[in-house]
């Protein structure tokens, strides 16, 4: 509600008086990074059109969601995990290989089973299937902090993708998952990229939320401050372990259903899409926007995928260069950003 | 003193505790006896093993041997994140807040749910509410709540960190070296507040290398020297010892 007058007063002041108001916003970086990605993304796909603003709206509906989800663990609890992608794929391969009713019997190609449930009935199970994972290997993982748990992470980052690529007779390794289903609600299935776009983003909605609730609990500011100093907040009595485990389950969770999302939306993936690289991107987005800032992982998401979009339509850009010079360019922003803003571009929290 | 209890009532001891670094016997087969509702001081040189004390007391750093007693209760193992059920709570020699958060979170954190799932469902309660806006009205820093506790003076993180262990609602608190660095009207409110705590029925231990406090406030006093209890009993005859002021005092 707070927003909503506070954005009324901040219109009839400008239309009072505009040049107070440049004064008072000139130096407010935050308000500038707002304008500027949100107006850049705005003008992108006024200019590109609908098909193109569709494509980018998913894409950047699921990066969301997974650095919303990464958001918990490094910026709230203070974990500095590179191996969300893991989850990610688990929850990808689990509705992949649940809905698929494509036969793989061609010479050449693993056979996989086929199980072709709906998408809705795979989805539960994506989630669950991240969440007992997230469970075994956040109990190894709690004993280690800061770089120890990038390392950690790393490993597993390591074996999920190693995991995806040889257990062929489950994933079919580096031949992928094709034909996996769209969702569909009775009749209705969500064929067209608008509808599917709808989708992504009601989920989006929910993950925000839910993540709202849990960072604005109890629970969120004992995250908070076992980031900031764990054995004194352990000594008033939290088992910091138990919060770092269930925030941990919570997080692989929400990366599980952006997997599942992911499949469907694409309906193919295979190993390549789950590799270690894509989890530092992530990590990048979330730095990017801003560490323990919910609004700074969307911002920072919707940045990220203009970049990487945006990309495509430079002039005297060769096309097979594309994707390595976007990663070039996220580099040299993430060492300004750090130089010059360690907070990220709306966060408060500097690592 | 004037408290109405049986001043044998101990709440807490330590019985043939030890803690060593390496070579080094931080804590030496140290048996002490703190009185309830009583201002226990600790003095010692730097070194002799105060702050080491109380981190073990608080289950920060593990006993290598020796038993705390806990309100009759004879514990070996001393966990962090059960003392404050032994009725334990404690400040930091180094201030120790949780610094990228606000003054109002840091003393909110310390009220709110402990177990994890009842934490993730609770928001902000008004009894929590209240009893963090008296807190902060109490050490003065009602005016600073949002700010950061990282961007608070040296002085002003001091209070704070005492206020968060006045939220806890336990029987001991231990204070260590609360008064360094502290400008003389900081100095008084502290003492203001360690009397009051004296006057609602709590047992505090302290540590100071200030002297003249130590004289006006404590009750009792431990002297520690290389781990071991060097002298304890009433401030003026432990002070008065001769072999108090060789090992301590005479420097």
Redesign the interface.
């Given at each position: 509600m707070s927003i909503v007058t506070g954005a009324l007063r901040n219109v009839r002041d400008v239309a009072r008086d505009p040049r107070s108001w440049w004064q008072r916003s000139k130096g407010n970086i935050e308000l500038w990074a707002n304008l500027i990605v949100l107006g850049w993304a705005l003008v992108f796909m006024l200019w590109r059109g609908g098909g193109f603003a569709i494509t980018v709206g998913s894409v950047f509906a699921i990066w969301a969601i997974l650095a919303v989800s990464l958001n918990l663990v490094v910026g709230y609890a203070g974990l500095l995990s590179v191996g969300h992608i893991g989850f990610l794929g688990i929850g990808a391969y689990t509705t992949a290989v649940l809905t698929s009713h494509a036969s793989y019997e061609q010479l050449r190609t693993e056979a996989i089973p086929t199980f072709g449930w709906p998408f809705f009935a795979a989805l539960p199970f994506s989630v669950l299937l991240a969440g007992v994972v997230a469970l075994v290997v956040g109990v190894a993982f709690n004993r280690f902090r800061d770089d120890i748990y990038v390392l950690v992470s790393f490993g597993f980052a390591v074996i999920a993708f190693t995991t995806f690529l040889s257990w062929r007779n489950l994933t079919r390794g580096a031949f992928g998952i094709h034909e996996i289903a769209r969702p569909a609600i009775g009749p209705w299935v969500f064929d067209g990229e608008l509808e599917f776009l709808a989708l992504l983003l009601v989920f989006l909605g929910l993950v925000v939320l839910i993540a709202w609730l849990i960072v604005t609990s109890s629970f969120g500011r004992v995250l908070t401050a076992i980031r900031e100093d764990e054995q004194a907040i352990q000594v008033f009595g939290y088992r910091t372990t138990h919060y770092k485990l269930a925030i941990w389950v919570i997080s692989a969770m929400i990366a599980g259903l952006a997997g599942a999302l992911l499949a469907s939306w694409s309906t193919f993936i295979d190993p390549n899409s789950f590799v270690l690289l894509e989890s530092v991107l992530l990590v990048s987005i979330v730095i990017l926007g801003g560490l323990a800032s919910i609004w700074g992982s969307l911002l920072g998401a919707l940045a990220f995928v203009m970049l990487e979009e945006g990309m495509r339509f430079v002039p005297f850009l060769p096309s097979e260069f594309i994707g390595q010079i976007r990663q070039v360019i996220l580099g040299i922003l993430l060492v300004l950003l750090m130089l010059f803003r360690p907070q990220g571009l709306v966060g408060r929290f500097k690592l | 003193m004037s408290t109405q209890v049986d001043p044998r009532v101990y709440v807490l001891e330590t019985r043939e505790i030890s803690k060593s670094f390496g070579a080094v016997k931080a804590i030496d087969q140290l048996t002490i006896s703190i009185l309830r509702e009583w201002l226990t001081c600790i003095v010692g040189p730097n070194g002799s093993g105060k702050s080491t004390l109380i981190n073990l007391l608080?289950?920060?750093l593990p006993l290598d041997g020796g038993i705390v007693v806990v309100d009759n209760v004879g514990l070996r193992v001393v966990k962090?994140?059960?003392?404050?059920?032994h009725g334990i709570?404690?400040t930091?020699q180094e201030v120790?807040?949780?610094?990228?958060?606000s003054v109002w979170?840091n003393i909110?954190?310390?009220l709110?749910?402990?177990r994890?799932f009842p934490?993730?469902?609770?928001?902000?309660k008004p009894s929590h509410r209240d009893e963090a806006e008296r807190i902060l009205k109490s050490v003065g820093m009602w005016e600073k709540r949002d700010a950061m506790a990282q961007d608070l003076s040296y002085g002003q993180r001091k209070l704070l960190e005492i206020g968060?262990a006045m939220a806890?609602d336990v029987q001991i608190y231990l204070f260590d070296e609360p008064f360094a660095g502290l400008f003389p009207r900081m100095l008084e409110q502290v003492k203001s507040i360690l009397k009051d705590m004296r006057e609602q029925k709590r047992s505090i231990v302290f540590v100071s290398h200030n002297m003249d406090i130590v004289r006006e406030l404590s009750d009792h006093l431990f002297v520690l020297d290389s781990g071991t209890l060097l002298a304890a009993g009433e401030v003026e005859e432990v002070l008065a010892r001769s072999t108090v002021i060789d090992a301590y005092l005479g420097h």
């Amino acid at each position: 509600m707070s927003i909503v007058t506070g954005a009324l007063r901040n219109v009839r002041d400008v239309a009072r008086d505009p040049r107070s108001w440049w004064q008072r916003s000139k130096g407010n970086i935050e308000l500038w990074a707002n304008l500027i990605v949100l107006g850049w993304a705005l003008v992108f796909m006024l200019w590109r059109g609908g098909g193109f603003a569709i494509t980018v709206g998913s894409v950047f509906a699921i990066w969301a969601i997974l650095a919303v989800s990464l958001n918990l663990v490094v910026g709230y609890a203070g974990l500095l995990s590179v191996g969300h992608i893991g989850f990610l794929g688990i929850g990808a391969y689990t509705t992949a290989v649940l809905t698929s009713h494509a036969s793989y019997e061609q010479l050449r190609t693993e056979a996989i089973p086929t199980f072709g449930w709906p998408f809705f009935a795979a989805l539960p199970f994506s989630v669950l299937l991240a969440g007992v994972v997230a469970l075994v290997v956040g109990v190894a993982f709690n004993r280690f902090r800061d770089d120890i748990y990038v390392l950690v992470s790393f490993g597993f980052a390591v074996i999920a993708f190693t995991t995806f690529l040889s257990w062929r007779n489950l994933t079919r390794g580096a031949f992928g998952i094709h034909e996996i289903a769209r969702p569909a609600i009775g009749p209705w299935v969500f064929d067209g990229e608008l509808e599917f776009l709808a989708l992504l983003l009601v989920f989006l909605g929910l993950v925000v939320l839910i993540a709202w609730l849990i960072v604005t609990s109890s629970f969120g500011r004992v995250l908070t401050a076992i980031r900031e100093d764990e054995q004194a907040i352990q000594v008033f009595g939290y088992r910091t372990t138990h919060y770092k485990l269930a925030i941990w389950v919570i997080s692989a969770m929400i990366a599980g259903l952006a997997g599942a999302l992911l499949a469907s939306w694409s309906t193919f993936i295979d190993p390549n899409s789950f590799v270690l690289l894509e989890s530092v991107l992530l990590v990048s987005i979330v730095i990017l926007g801003g560490l323990a800032s919910i609004w700074g992982s969307l911002l920072g998401a919707l940045a990220f995928v203009m970049l990487e979009e945006g990309m495509r339509f430079v002039p005297f850009l060769p096309s097979e260069f594309i994707g390595q010079i976007r990663q070039v360019i996220l580099g040299i922003l993430l060492v300004l950003l750090m130089l010059f803003r360690p907070q990220g571009l709306v966060g408060r929290f500097k690592l | 003193m004037s408290t109405q209890v049986d001043p044998r009532v101990y709440v807490l001891e330590t019985r043939e505790i030890s803690k060593s670094f390496g070579a080094v016997k931080a804590i030496d087969q140290l048996t002490i006896s703190i009185l309830r509702e009583w201002l226990t001081c600790i003095v010692g040189p730097n070194g002799s093993g105060k702050s080491t004390l109380i981190n073990l007391l608080s289950g920060l750093l593990p006993l290598d041997g020796g038993i705390v007693v806990v309100d009759n209760v004879g514990l070996r193992v001393v966990k962090a994140h059960a003392s404050p059920d032994h009725g334990i709570t404690r400040t930091f020699q180094e201030v120790r807040l949780f610094d990228q958060i606000s003054v109002w979170d840091n003393i909110m954190v310390v009220l709110t749910e402990r177990r994890v799932f009842p934490a993730l469902l609770e928001r902000a309660k008004p009894s929590h509410r209240d009893e963090a806006e008296r807190i902060l009205k109490s050490v003065g820093m009602w005016e600073k709540r949002d700010a950061m506790a990282q961007d608070l003076s040296y002085g002003q993180r001091k209070l704070l960190e005492i206020g968060r262990a006045m939220a806890m609602d336990v029987q001991i608190y231990l204070f260590d070296e609360p008064f360094a660095g502290l400008f003389p009207r900081m100095l008084e409110q502290v003492k203001s507040i360690l009397k009051d705590m004296r006057e609602q029925k709590r047992s505090i231990v302290f540590v100071s290398h200030n002297m003249d406090i130590v004289r006006e406030l404590s009750d009792h006093l431990f002297v520690l020297d290389s781990g071991t209890l060097l002298a304890a009993g009433e401030v003026e005859e432990v002070l008065a010892r001769s072999t108090v002021i060789d090992a301590y005092l005479g420097h």
